[in-house]
């Protein structure tokens, strides 16, 4: 491993060099429209339904070759792809979902979402109190209520610099919120590039395993614990998992060592410079974002849905989370979260109960 060395490559960027580029977006044609509409109407005169789907059964040969250009960026290029211009108005809510995950199997396999089997997820403020409801409930040492991922995930509140359990994350935009709801990205391996350079004093901690939770993830996991690094690299491939929310989790457990106070200041420090780095995208209506979790980390501000929302509809997106036949091998101390980490291999998601 060559910590010492900046990583280099497109996946290196500034929010302010790659928001405005062409190479990471990729609008719809009407004729790759007609045809994910001929695809759906095939596929919904099987005796299947969409959770059941497999690619060969939502073919889609002449959006082959945009898909393909896709997945090359998110692999070796910028680590994002945009696919936009999908007339979401025009289906009905199982015609979308049918045809979002008919789209993600022709880019990747979906991965469960949680550890009941879960392939889509709606991403919305659910307004209910979601760890009661789910069974995630973490009571902090101070006696307070610990927040899981999932529930700030289901809330309108803002969400930090993160990444998912998975190699790409798709996110479709049915509804946007009246205000807010704005996604921002970054890449990752700038951010460790910032950091090696203005703080070598903090560099190397986030080279070191640092703990987290399970909660809100695999049966039980309002106990479970792994340790895993925030940054890695294998066979020159630059790779990294975090989401703060995790690590916070886990300092609520008795039997968890405490992060020390430059431990804090590390994770302090990567939001700072994530955010410097970053850009923000609001979605509209048919976007479908795609990001490659290893080199990106994604957050969203807080959003505030129309006041006729039970009439309307508030803020949606439709989740999937795949595992990419083009994935890059991950470093050998990655396991313990994402078991097989081979190259290309089927891995990711949430284990089953």
């Known amino acids: 491993m060559c910590r010492e060395l900046a990583i280099e490559g497109d996946c290196v960027w500034s929010g302010d060099a790659v928001k405005d580029e062409g190479r990471w977006r990729f609008p719809l044609e009407a004729n790759e429209i007609a045809e ?14 969409w959770p059941e789907m497999r690619a060969v059964d939502f073919p889609l040969p002449g959006l082959s070759d945009k898909l393909a ?12 792809a945009l696919i936009s211009g999908l007339p979401v108005a025009n289906y009905a809510p199982d015609a979308l979902r049918t045809l979002w995950f008919g789209i993600g199997l022709n880019l990747g396999r ?4 949680d550890c009941h089997g879960l392939l889509m997820r709606e991403i919305q403020d659910t307004r209910e109190d979601t760890d009661s409801r789910l069974g ?6 101070d006696g307070s209520t610990f927040t ?3 529930a700030r995930t289901l809330s309108s509140g803002p969400l930090r610099f993160h990444t998912d359990r998975c190699d790409v994350v798709g996110l479709m935009c049915v509804r946007q919120a009246t205000k807010g709801g704005i996604s921002q990205v970054v890449s990752a391996p700038a951010v460790h ?11 190397d901690i986030l080279y070191e395993p640092l703990y987290r939770s399970r909660l809100g993830e695999e049966h039980g996991g309002e106990t479970k614990i792994y340790a895993l690094p925030v940054f890695g690299q294998h066979n020159g491939r630059f790779s990294s998992h975090y989401s703060r929310t995790y690590v916070e989790a886990a300092q609520e457990l008795a039997h968890v060592p405490r992060m020390t106070n430059d431990q804090w200041r590390a994770v302090d420090t990567l939001h700072d410079v994530a955010n410097e780095l970053s850009f923000e995208m609001r979605f509209r209506p048919g976007d479908m974002q795609f990001l490659n979790n290893h080199v990106i980390y994604h957050a969203r501000t807080a959003f505030e849905d129309d006041s006729d929302v039970d009439r309307i509809g ?3 997106l439709l989740r999937l989370w795949l595992a ?6 991950l470093p050998e101390e990655h396991a313990v979260l994402w078991g097989d980490v081979g190259a290309g291999a089927y891995r990711g998601g949430i284990a089953q109960a």
């Open 148 to 150: 899981s991922s999932k």
């Open 69 to 80: 250009a896709a997945a090359e960026e998110l692999e070796n290029g910028r680590g994002l």
């Open 324 to 329: 990419m036949p083009n994935s890059r091998a």
């Open 36 to 49: 994910i509409d001929s695809a759906l109407t095939a596929f919904t005169q099987m005796d299947k339904s």
């Open 136 to 141: 995630h409930r973490l009571t902090a040492r």
């Open 193 to 203: 590039n910032a950091i090696r350079q203005r703080h070598p004093d903090l560099f």
């Open 314 to 316: 508030g803020r949606l």
């Open 110 to 113: 979906p991965v469960f979402q």
